[in-house]
């Protein structure tokens, strides 16, 4: 069965400082995709970034990067140079299939991250 | 704004009341979805739209709960008779059908539901 599994409930990191948010799936589909989402106190979930299980390399966009160990099923978020405004509740979520056909998220349980002064 | 919009933004209900929730897509993305989180999770899948088609429905989705997207374009959800349980954040996102790689959902603010 499909599944994310995020085991860090919180984290903390110190303002300019790089954090690294955990992220494993279990999947037996040979395509799917990943997501994280941020998820501030007004609720609404905002798209970071995506990985494709084909995709050689990893994903970055801007401060954020996806270290992406396919043999490990792990993708984990890294946020370089954290700003007070990152801290948040962050959601990794998982498509399983080709990403033309069906796209269910699947998403973990969140890891809020407080960023500090 | 040209996001995912929900209304209303709070509901707040005694048990065994009806209630119906809408959202309006991004104008171009065909495909809709209907999303419940609970206090401290992630986000669950409830139902998918592609157009008017409703496509899948999880089994959370109890019949108590309808959800209709008439012209493939707002989407509403309705809980009938709600208990408690219900109580929780309904989050719609909307994605486009063709190109690109990823097909990122895009989400609304959500609705947050609470029954007494």
């Known amino acids: 069965a499909q599944k994310i599994t995020q085991t860090q409930p919180g984290m903390f990191v110190q303002e300019k400082e790089a954090v690294t948010l955990d992220c494993t799936y279990d999947?037996?589909?040979?395509?799917?995709?990943l997501f994280w989402y941020k998820q501030p106190s007004s609720g609404e979930m905002i798209f970071l970034i995506y990985?494709?299980?084909?995709?050689?390399q990893n994903a970055t966009e801007g401060r954020y990067s996806l270290n992406f160990q396919k043999a490990r099923k792990s993708a984990n978020l890294v946020i370089s140079a954290s700003q007070l405004g990152d801290s948040a509740m962050y959601f990794c979520?998982?498509?399983?299939?080709?990403?033309?056909?069906?796209?269910?998220?699947?998403f973990g349980a969140g890891t809020r991250l407080a960023v500090h002064p | 704004d040209t996001g995912v919009s929900q209304n209303p933004r709070h509901k707040i209900t005694k048990r065994g009341q009806n209630v119906t929730f809408r959202c309006d897509p991004i104008?171009?993305?065909?495909?809709l979805y209907w999303y419940r989180q609970t206090l401290g999770q992630g986000p669950e899948f409830l139902t998918y739209?592609?157009?008017?088609?409703?496509?899948?429905k999880s089994r959370l989705l109890s019949d108590r709960f309808s959800a209709e997207r008439p012209k493939g374009s707002f989407s509403t959800l309705e809980i009938q008779r709600t208990e408690q349980g219900d109580s929780a954040m309904y989050l719609c996102?909307?994605?486009?059908?063709?190109?690109?790689?990823?097909?990122?959902?895009?989400f609304g603010p959500g609705t947050r539901l609470t029954v007494t």
């Open positions: 996102a909307s994605s486009l059908d063709a190109s690109g790689a990823s097909y990122e959902q895009y």
């Open positions: 999947t037996s589909d040979p395509s799917y995709g």
């Open positions: 990985q494709g299980s084909y995709d050689q």
């Open positions: 979520a998982m498509r399983e299939g080709w990403a033309g056909g069906y796209n269910k998220l699947i």
């Open positions: 104008s171009e993305h065909n495909r």
């Open positions: 739209f592609q157009n008017e088609a409703q496509l899948e």
